[in-house]
T-cell receptor, first 113, second 114 residues
Framework: QKEVEQDPGPLSVPEGAIVSLNCTYSNSAFQYFMWYRQYSRKGPELLMYTYSSGNKEDGRFTAQVDKSSKYISLFIRDSQPSDSATYLCAMRGKGAGSYQLTFGKGTKLSVIP | ETGVTQTPRHLVMGMTNKKSLKCEQHLGHNAMYWYKQSAKKPLELMFVYSLEERVENNSVPSRFSPECPNSSHLFLHLHTLQPEDSALYLC?????????????FGDGTRLSIL
């Protein structure tokens, strides 16, 4: 079983839709959870960062972590064409020296005007 | 210049060539990373430097040789690469203090091996 599973899509939605992106993981040691956005020909850009279980909101973006189910989500409200990108989930353990980020394969999102 | 800068953006090289990728971070961070990004695969961590010392080397072939002369600069020296080494090579940096330590990425070098 892969450590992090993420549906690669592609996912195509109309402008204004609510988008739900998800990852599941198997390693219960993961404590920090991130979402990155990667535009074509660019590097990943950090969008959201959460610790342990719970919700975090930033503008149109909401990140949710459910550690009991080993499931994380990113919701995008009122999606815009500029949200079209690949979204990568990433996670790591806690403690000094826990450098390794484990990534999902990414979900490619297209928001159609 | 701000953030993490990588040069060159594109590189085409033959299997017998020697070249180097350069990364510079302007964020005051003290840890730097090399990742490989291939199509349909998750990002793969190659090397980690913390306070200019290599702390991780994820079973990367010796044809890839990293160098970190100071906390702002990171190089990846390449020699006798294979076609399967064609990929996007990403550099990242982070501040290794506090619990969070998010990593910030450059835009990568797109490497093609002929």
């Amino acid at each position: 079983q892969k450590e992090v599973e993420q549906d690669p899509g592609p996912l195509s939605v109309p402008e204004g839709a609510i988008v739900s992106l998800n990852c599941t993981y198997s390693n219960s040691a993961f404590q920090y959870f991130m979402w990155y956005r990667q535009y074509s020909r660019k590097g990943p850009e950090l969008l959201m960062y959460t610790y342990s279980s719970g919700n975090k909101e930033d503008g149109r973006f909401t990140a949710q972590v459910d550690k009991s189910s080993k499931y994380i989500s990113l919701f995008i409200r009122d999606s815009q064409p500029s949200d079209s990108a690949t979204y990568l989930c990433a996670m790591r353990g806690k403690g000094a020296g826990s450098y390794q980020l484990t990534f999902g394969k990414g979900t490619k999102l297209s928001v159609i005007p | 210049e701000t953030g993490v800068t990588q040069t060159p953006r594109h590189l085409v090289m033959g299997m017998t060539n020697k070249k180097s990728l350069k990364c510079e971070q302007h964020l005051g961070h003290n840890a730097m990373y090399w990742y490989k990004q291939s199509a349909k695969k998750p990002l793969e961590l190659m090397f980690v430097y913390s306070l200019e010392e290599r702390v991780e080397n994820n079973s990367v072939p010796s044809r890839f040789s990293p160098e970190c002369p100071n906390s702002s600069h990171l190089f990846l020296h390449l020699h006798t690469l294979q076609p399967e080494d064609s990929a996007l090579y990403l550099c990242a940096s982070s501040q290794e203090s506090g619990p969070e330590r998010p990593q910030h990425f450059g835009d990568g070098t797109r490497l093609s091996i002929l």
